[in-house]
């Protein structure tokens, strides 16, 4: 028996449907739709400001999954996992890549998984022990991943040892990014180490074991348009955000695992202010849940539109969920309010130096 959809009509009623539903949506209305299963992710597929009707329709996919609207069919469609890794690599792996091989399934150009996608140590010591170089088995595997389901990958944080990693008893927090073909295209080092003590969430040290990258890179043209490479804390410093818009950056990834006191608080407030100040998508995968007895993070993977508006997030619990990318909606709307050339450098170029 297929499972119930359950939908929602922000200001209207609740109710299910069986099998094909064509639901009217007002102007000014978020159409949002759950599907029933162990994964509870939550697609926002459209804000009707943009489309005042959608059609939702299921096929034979498998539960879990979910066809999209034939209204956006011919624009590149992207995936966000949400996961929840441990110090346990190998059942980590499996569950990033049984998202990706998912994504793939549901006709994803480029599936972005969280920062620290490989693992979630206890300590230092042991981030330090189970860390491989870039060229090592991990990075090798998703490689061959990305072949197999012929799509890119955004591999948002891997734990990099670098040659000096011995000596110096760091490493760096590393972007991938993987093309269809398992080349690595593009690398970033997290410029931003969070280095913090918050009431509620304990002090969190990551220059301990990680060392700062020494550069912002350039943002890479994929089949879903130009991303521009981020990690987690980087968030928090919209000089990174501006710097690649300015570069020419479509789309902003911040691969992340926020906490339980700065989640709620803050992350889908940043998300929103960095799209809708750089009018870039902005793609946010996130850790979710318990990853020891020691840390656990908040979720809320999701992907923001160049007006601010959520467009997919995931709920709780690991999972996907997908966005088009509209990249002549991202030109409409910088054409309508050309923030970029109204700045004025002349008057604020050095903000954000510390020592002034």
Not at 108 to 119: K, N
């Amino acid at each position: 028996m297929a499972p119930k959809l359950q939908y929602l009509i922000a200001g209207g009623e609740r109710g299910s449907c069986g099998s094909l539903s064509c639901i009217p949506v007002d102007s000014g209305s978020m159409l949002s739709v759950t599907l029933r299963n162990p994964r509870k992710c939550l697609f926002l597929l459209h804000s009707a400001s943009r489309l005042p009707g959608l059609s939702l329709f299921r096929n034979s996919r498998r539960p879990g999954t979910m066809a999209v609207s034939t209204l956006n069919r011919g624009l590149p469609l992207v995936a966000v996992c949400q996961v929840t890794s441990t110090p346990d690599k190998e059942q980590t792996f499996a569950a990033c890549s049984g998202l990706v091989r998912e994504a793939a399934k549901l006709g994803a150009c480029l599936a972005f998984l969280p920062e620290a996608f490989d693992f979630i140590a206890r300590d230092p010591a042991e981030t330090l022990q189970l860390s491989e170089p870039l060229g090592g088995d991990l990075v090798s595997r998703y490689a061959q991943l990305a072949r197999e389901c012929g799509l890119w990958i955004s591999l948002g944080g891997f734990h990099e040892r670098g040659q000096d990693w011995e000596q110096t008893q760091r490493i760096y927090n590393c972007h991938v990014l993987l093309d269809n073909k398992g080349s690595i295209v593009a690398t970033y080092r997290k410029t931003h180490l969070c280095d913090v003590e918050l009431p509620g969430q304990g002090s969190m040290c990551e220059s301990n074991s990680t060392a700062p990258g020494p550069t912002l890179g350039s943002p890479i043209s994929t089949p879903a348009g130009k991303v521009g490479l981020a990690i987690c804390y980087d968030l928090r410093f919209p000089e990174l955000s501006l710097a690649l818009a300015q570069n020419g950056a479509e789309i902003l990834t911040y691969p992340s695992a926020f906490g339980s006191v700065t989640g709620p608080a803050h992350w889908e407030v940043l998300l929103r202010a960095r799209a809708i100040e750089t009018q870039c998508y902005v793609v946010a995968a996130a850790q979710w849940g318990q990853h020891h007895e020691k840390r656990g993070s908040y979720g809320h993977s999701m992907v923001v539109d160049p007006w601010g508006v959520v467009v997919a997030r995931c709920s709780e619990g690991p999972g996907l969920c997908l966005a088009h990318i509209d990249l002549a909606y991202l030109r409409q709307v910088r054409q309508h309010m050309p923030v970029a050339q109204h700045r004025r450098p002349d008057l604020y170029g050095n903000l954000g130096r510390p020592d002034l």
